[in-house]
């Protein structure tokens, strides 16, 4: 059973910075390209950032040269480091099994963790 569970998320001041993680189990975590996904209050789903199977990684233009992800094959982890955070970030994050070694596409995703940005 593919299990994905993040942490991490929290009330942040804006310019503050935050890293979320996720824990990943029941698939071979190594093969898939993980994604993060948020979700604004009252919005659909927004794609954030991937990661392939070989570590290459892309983000969204909202983000860009702001957040950082990275995994951890070796203890099946996943994180977004935050940084330079807006009002505007705020939103439940998930992290998301990519269907294949590549690309934004995912079949699976976590319960989700809040990140509120005000002051």
């Known amino acids: 059973e593919v299990r994905l569970v993040e942490s991490g998320g929290g009330l942040v001041q804006p310019g503050g910075s935050l890293r979320l993680s996720c824990a990943a189990s029941?698939?071979?975590?190594?093969?898939?390209?993980m994604n993060w996904v948020r979700q604004a209050p009252g919005k659909g789903l927004e794609w954030v950032s991937v990661?392939?199977?070989?570590?290459?990684?892309g983000y969204a233009d909202s983000v860009k040269g702001r957040f950082t992800i990275s995994r951890d094959n070796m203890k099946n982890t996943l994180a977004l480091q935050m940084s330079s955070l807006k009002p505007e970030d705020t939103a439940v994050y998930y992290c998301?099994?990519?269907?294949?070694?590549?690309?934004?596409?995912?079949?699976?995703r976590g319960q989700g963790t809040q990140v509120t940005v005000s002051s």
């Open positions: 029941g698939f071979t975590f190594s093969n898939y390209a």
């Open positions: 998301a099994k990519g269907r294949r070694g590549y690309g934004r596409t995912y079949d699976y």
């Open positions: 990661i392939t199977n070989d570590g290459s990684s």
